[in-house]
């Protein structure tokens, strides 16, 4: 099931041992290099440092948050040696400029789809000009459709202007 990125953050972190919230998940930790939420900023409930949730270590996603066996799953930044590279750049998709593989400005970022299961981004919907967005409103980027992604922008396969897809006729 996809769910929008707004769904995903500013939700409590729920502890099955304490049986109450333990922190708030309040951004994403994209690894760009796979598209994948990794896991997620979150104030402790505790003492209000920064920690980490990371994705496998999540039970279930609910309505009311995401729920975890106890607050030990919380990790400081500096702990995940796998992941230092990724918290380093501190990558977020929304904003990002998109680009055509011709290096046609498309526009940007405005919201993403994420595969609950797998927290893979499935679809970007980028927000266009307001010149353009009288004519096209705003697209949706399937992750198939994706060409690179770097720090500064996104870049998509070049798109389909004012060609006609007609399908093949038939002679019975």
Known sequence: ??????????KPVLSLRAGSPVATANST??????LKIE??????GYNNHQLILL???IREIIDKGYIVN?????????????????????????GKPVYTTSKEKVGKVSDYAVE???MFIQKLYVSQSLLKNFTGGTLSIDRSQIHEVTDKKVIINDL?????ITAPMTVS
Do not use: W
């Open 70 to 94: 106890d607050h030990d799953v919380l990790v400081e930044p500096e702990e995940l040696v796998r992941l230092k590279d990724i918290i380093k750049i501190n990558y977020d998709l929304i």
């Open 116 to 118: 609950a299961e797998t």
């Open 55 to 57: 994705f496998q270590d």
């Open 29 to 34: 930790l994209i690894n760009p290099d796979v």
């Open 39 to 44: 896991g997620f900023y979150c104030s402790d």
């Open 1 to 10: 099931m996809l769910q929008l990125s707004a769904t995903l953050i500013n």
């Open 160 to 164: 389909l202007k004012g060609s006609t």
